[in-house]
């Protein structure tokens, strides 16, 4: 079974950049579709980046398209969001997800496509 650990986020000042982290152990990487998600407080889950099991594949939702970046690692099992510019409402939860891919050259940013799920670390941007 995938497991899914996360790293890295905490506070960020508007503007600046923070990085997360999602290390995976029990099966290779590229087996699967990897998302990012987030869920602020009183609101519901929102998918914001995901990556083909091809790695061809990337989208993101229109709220941090040009200032989130999603990369992985194959040979490290990881896979990263690049925060750039983070604003206020960039404030979350954010999780990473994975899916074991039945079509390579897709993913999808609904969390139901997601069987494997990393606990979650906190973001916080604010001066």
């Known amino acids: 079974q995938l497991q899914l650990v996360e790293s890295g986020g905490g506070l960020g000042q508007p503007g600046s950049s923070l990085e997360l982290s999602c290390a995976t152990s029990?099966?290779?990487?590229?087996?699967?579709?990897i998302g990012w998600f987030r869920q602020a407080p009183g609101k519901e889950r929102e998918g914001i980046s995901c990556m083909s099991s091809d790695g061809n594949t990337i989208k993101y939702t229109d709220s941090v398209k040009g200032r989130f970046t999603i990369s992985r690692d194959v040979q490290k099992n990881t896979f990263y969001l690049q925060m750039n510019s983070p604003i206020p409402e960039d404030t979350a939860r954010y999780y990473c997800a994975a899916e074991l891919a039945t079509v390579a050259a897709d993913c999808g940013l609904s969390g139901s496509l997601y069987d494997y799920w990393g606990q979650g670390t906190q973001v916080t941007v604010s001066s």
């Open positions: 029990g099966f290779p990487l590229d087996w699967y579709a």
